[in-house]
């Protein structure tokens, strides 16, 4: 009567229940679809021919070939574009780059390892500007305490020197008998 012949369709593998407490429980104890290689991979390959028979399917729509399929099954352009993007998706969700790693990390222990190590690497190169903040922090502090030491001591020698300048005028003066000042740089000190 026009309908879709569900008799037709076989999918070897896959058993399609209720997803009730049971599928829960089963879940939790390992029955995991996409754990199993060849069940993934079966599962590709129906959503990669679903793909190509919406391509098809387009292609035909925007060349204006309607086969005029029963009432209510056809399907627009716009709507199979729709399903078309929704089977990208899966395509990808199913054979993607991250799906392909989230793979490697559960079936090879060695992946996993150097995945750990990776990680740990990355946690460890988080914790080095720490360390460098307090080493950059501890010499910051010992830099400001030998600069406080060096003003102090500049401010002694600029005392020092404008006595020193005093007592030589005061020297000159009482030798040439006249009053002299020292001018130039040392003023400025």
């Known amino acids: 009567a026009g309908g879709i012949d569900w008799g ?3 999918i070897e593998g896959l058993e399609v229940r209720d997803g009730g407490a049971e599928a829960e429980a089963e879940a939790d104890g390992g029955g995991d679809l996409l754990a199993d290689p060849s069940a993934r991979e079966l599962l590709y390959q129906e959503v990669a021919e679903v793909d190509a028979f919406l391509r098809e399917r387009r292609a035909e729509l925007a060349a204006g070939q309607n086969d005029g399929g029963p009432p209510g099954v056809e399907r ?18 199913l054979a993607g780059k991250k799906t392909q790693r989230f793979v490697l990390l559960r079936t090879s222990a060695r992946y996993l390892d150097q995945t750990v190590k990776r990680v740990e690497v990355a946690k460890a190169q988080c914790h080095k500007p720490v360390a460098q903040r307090s080493a950059l922090d501890k010499v910051k502090a010992e830099q400001a305490e030998e600069a406080k030491r060096t003003r102090a001591e500049i401010e002694a020698l600029r005392a020092a020197t404008r006595d020193a300048q005093r007592d030589l005028e005061a020297e000159l003066s009482a030798h040439f008998k006249s009053a002299v000042k ?8």
């Open 76 to 93: 627009t352009l716009p709507e199979v574009d729709a399903l078309a993007a929704v089977t990208a998706q899966a395509e990808e969700l």
């Open 182 to 189: 020292i001018v130039g740089e040392i003023s400025q000190i």
């Open 8 to 10: 037709a369709l076989c």
